[in-house]
């Protein structure tokens, strides 16, 4: 008795991220929450402030990307939840395929149901916030690249929170001081844009954090589910 | 080669008994130096000419601020450690270090903070090395909560470890996006902090300090030790007889 | 080497409590251990142990010789571990699940599946969203799953929970078609199972 045809590591994050896309679409509120969030935060801001455009511009860098934070913080808790509740993370360690590329794959379904998503629909914020319509090229690049840095660096908060009762707040907390570097190229980024100056240094940069998350998040992310399922 | 070393010292009876004997040598060292250090830097060195006497309080920020980065690394080290070779006394050593880095932190940051008024006329501007003090409190702080958050000690200690390996590396990486950010918003008139024209009479009770604050580190860590060894074996037989 | 599963001296420590205290075993092709001992007494960290989700302070285990812990993706391959809990997703019919779950482990022909199905006579039911479910129907699918990951070695907790008297023989004969076939399954149980008395060994937790 042997296990038939060997699937290969495609094949099996083709069927992860088609798994979670399948139950996020088959449960669409919990999708559209997060969004909902930021597009609310972010027009919350010229009821507090000002509704002048020109100091709403000003600060969009910022609104938007603590709101995108926020955000992907609150979507993190679902990333492994569901799945450690009914096993299914138990089975991913004892598969024999690599945890640290299956946790790969449902971190990157995460960022394509959460942090995408976020990224499509920041120019309705941004446009609220009186950016130009040219900008919104870089808004969106760069919303784009650090959302997906940020679900690498959340995964492992997620991972570590696993066994820990009511853990969204503490996930907050070890989450937010990893971001920081991001949130500051990001954010960066995102006024460059804005202010129709060239943001291809800060972009840059924040696509190698996002590569540096890339190759060493996912290793922490599989090594704290493991401990989690102790 | 000999690793019987190596054993003995993942052995919590010999290290019980060993931070024991240290403790005092560490303790009574760093008294000594910390009692010179401040009378060299407080009395004796001449007042910064630009500066005046508010330089002095570099005496007490600048080795807290020394401390605050390598305690973490010390326990980044040692949970390492600790999750590669399963070694309790090495978990037990980062769980110990954490709080007394966190301290240190905020020493470093309420000393920056006294230093700023006088000299920037406001507790608080966002200097590039406060700023990065602060995300490493943070950093502290996640990790002790992490700790807090489960309950089942081994668990606690592994978990915990993998936090700290990767805040480790995130700390640098957290320092040079800070000064980066920092370069593109700061006018060129706010002084840094710390780095006075330094003379001898200065440097020497510095450098004096630094020692004695890392020596009380040391004495400061080996009593967390030995309490966090105590928590931890107290089912244990050799516990008994050492007590008894 | 052939299939053989051997525990040296387990020791596992959870918090306090020193849950196995020096537990071994050998199981070779074609046999069974069945698992038994109060409530608490470590028959989930026994099995859960040998899966290698939790690491014991002291002992080993081997899978055909070699400790588990240095081909652990070879060990896993020819594993499958069911817990207490089947692993389905509420949200996704049984069929779904099982394309997933084993999925990842080996690829199938559409046959397979349906032939797994029908033997836990869970064809009927298999196209329902499994929150739908009652618990042993869930029970007939994630078996269904079992039989079609084809591992050597299957590690069952509490097998028969949630299973009526069909069930439970059911649960009987697909273990023995596993043994006769070479394969080896270790079962913490609860409720009494009997199976062929050459091909048992029970092992006791105090």
């Known amino acids: 008795m042997t296990g038939g045809q060997s699937v290969s590591p495609w094949h099996v994050a083709r069927l992860t991220v088609e798994r979670d896309l399948r139950l996020a679409f088959r449960r669409p509120a919990q999708l559209v929450q997060p969004i909902l969030f930021f597009l609310i935060v972010t027009t919350l801001f010229p009821l507090a402030l000002s509704p002048e455009l020109s100091r709403l511009r000003d600060v969009a860098p910022g609104v938007l990307w603590v709101a995108a934070l926020l955000s992907s913080l609150l979507a993190l808790e679902f990333l492994f939840r569901d799945d450690a509740q009914d096993g299914t993370l138990e089975q991913f360690a004892l598969s024999g395929q690599s945890l640290t590329w299956l946790l790969f794959a449902k971190t990157f379904s995460h960022w394509l149901l959460t942090g995408l998503p976020l990224a499509v629909v920041a120019p309705i914020s941004a446009g609220a916030l009186g950016v130009d319509f040219g900008s919104m090229p870089g808004v969106v690049a760069s919303l784009a690249i650090g959302s997906f840095a940020l679900s690498l660096i959340g995964a492992i908060g997620a991972g570590l929170t696993l066994g820990v009762q009511r853990g969204g707040v503490l996930l907050s907390l070890l989450t937010l001081p990893l971001a920081v570097p991001i949130l500051i190229f990001g954010a960066r980024a995102t006024e460059l844009a804005i202010k129709s100056e060239p943001y291809g240094a800060p972009l840059y940069l924040l696509a190698a954090f996002a590569v540096l998350g890339l190759t060493l998040a996912p290793l922490a992310a599989a090594a704290a589910v493991r401990i989690g399922l102790e | ?244 | 080497m052939t299939a053989e599963l051997r525990a040296d001296n387990l020791h596992l420590w959870r918090g306090e409590q020193h849950v196995l205290r020096g537990v071994g075993f050998v199981v070779s092709a074609g046999q069974c251990l069945l698992v038994t001992g109060r409530n608490g007494a470590g028959k989930t960290s026994l099995i859960r142990t040998v899966a290698g989700l939790l690491q014991p302070e002291e002992g080993r285990v081997f899978w055909r010789g070699e400790p588990t812990g240095v081909d652990r993706s070879r060990f896993h391959s020819e594993t499958y571990y069911l817990g207490h809990d089947a692993p389905l997703k509420g949200d996704l019919t049984g069929a779904e699940n099982l394309r997933f779950g084993v999925g990842i482990r080996r690829r199938f022909l559409p046959d397979e599946l349906r032939a797994a199905l029908a033997r836990t006579a869970a064809s009927d039911f298999a196209d329902r969203p499994v929150r739908t479910l009652s618990a042993g129907q869930r029970r007939r699918i994630a078996l269904a799953g079992v039989l079609l990951t084809t591992a050597t070695l299957w590690l069952l907790d509490e097998p028969t929970t949630n299973l009526d008297a069909s069930g439970q023989e059911l649960i009987k004969t697909l273990i023995e078609a596993h043994l006769a076939a070479g394969g080896i399954a270790i079962a913490a149980i609860h409720h009494p199972l009997e199976l062929d008395a050459r091909a048992t060994t029970r092992l006791e937790l105090a």
């Not at chain 2, 920037?120 to 406060?130: A, E, H, I, N, S």
């Not at chain 2, 060894?229 to 107290?234: G, H, K, M, V």
């Open chain 2, 1 to 244: 080669m000999n690793w019987t070393w190596f054993h003995r010292l993942g052995s919590p009876p010999y290290i019980y008994k060993l931070a024991g004997t240290l403790t005092p040598w560490f303790a009574w060292a760093a008294a000594l130096l910390i009692a010179y250090g401040l009378v060299g830097g407080i009395v004796l060195a001449p007042p910064d000419y630009q500066q005046k006497d508010a330089f002095r309080i570099i005496y007490v920020h600048a080795p807290s601020a020394w401390l605050s980065l390598m305690i973490y690394t010390t326990m980044a080290v040692s949970a390492a450690i600790g999750l590669i070779w399963r070694m309790k006394v090495s978990h037990a050593l980062a769980a110990a270090c954490a709080p007394i880095g966190a301290w240190f932190t905020v020493a470093a940051l309420g000393t920056g903070m006294l230093w700023g008024k006088p000299m920037w006329g406001t507790y608080w501007v966002w200097d590039p090395r406060l700023t990065a003090e602060l995300v490493l409190l943070f950093l502290y702080m996640g990790y002790m909560g992490l700790r807090a958050g489960i309950e089942d000690t081994q668990r606690a200690d592994r978990a915990s470890a993998v936090l700290a390996i990767v805040g480790v590396i995130n700390v640098p990486i957290v320092k040079y996006s800070v000064e980066w950010w920092n370069s593109l918003h700061q006018s060129a008139s706010v002084m840094k902090l710390g780095k006075p024209d330094i003379v001898l009479e200065m440097l020497i009770p510095l450098l004096v300090m630094f020692v004695g604050f890392t020596l009380l580190f040391f004495a400061l860590a080996l009593v967390r030790l030995r309490a966090e060894i105590l928590r931890r074996e107290r089912a244990a037989s050799w516990l008994r007889e050492a007590l008894a």
